[in-house]
């Protein structure tokens, strides 16, 4: 994953393309600081939850951006995101995502609302970096009412 960051940035520089560039500088600066902090290599699935956060921090960035009035920095915001999404690996659709809470519901035999903790747990721990919390969340919600 990080040799592939860095070959695209490698190409991005020769190509002259800023926002790549930039994004994907920033990214590797994150995983770096990471690594140095855990003071080990991070594991794909970790590297996919530093670029989950640099899209929530971005889409956040976008929303405040919009309500201030700055078109620009709203599109360089949402080109950034557009960068990161290209090293996630494909989301769960809503559809999959039902089907695997059905199963992990039965697998646990979880029978009450309460016991929503757990099946989010596995959930997220089964498909770090493939699921957004709050669909996770919703789905969870909706098979356990």
């Given amino acids: 994953m990080l040799e592939k960051i860095k070959k695209n940035m ?17 990214l590797l600066s994150e995983v770096h600081n990471e690594e ?11 590297i996919w939850i530093l670029i989950q956060r640099g899209i929530k ?3 956040d960035s ?14 360089k915001e949402e080109d950034e995101v557009i960068v990161l999404k290209k090293y996630l690996p494909p ?24 016991e929503m903790g757990k099946v989010m747990r596995e959930v997220m721990g089964r498909f770090k970096g493939r699921v957004e919390g ?3 969340q919703r789905v969870v919600l909706s098979k356990l009412e």
């Fill in 134 to 136: 709050s669909m996770a």
């Fill in 62 to 75: 976008i929303e405040q951006f919009d309500k201030g009035g700055r078109q620009d920095l709203v599109e």
């Fill in 57 to 59: 921090r971005r889409k």
């Fill in 10 to 26: 490698q190409k991005a520089l020769k190509e002259k393309d800023k926002t790549t560039l930039s994004t994907l500088r920033l």
């Fill in 36 to 46: 140095l902090r855990l003071r080990r290599e991070l594991t794909e699935e970790e």
């Fill in 91 to 114: 989301p769960l659709s809503e559809k999959e995502l039902e089907k695997i809470v059905a199963d992990i519901i039965a697998e646990l035999e979880v029978k009450e609302k309460k």
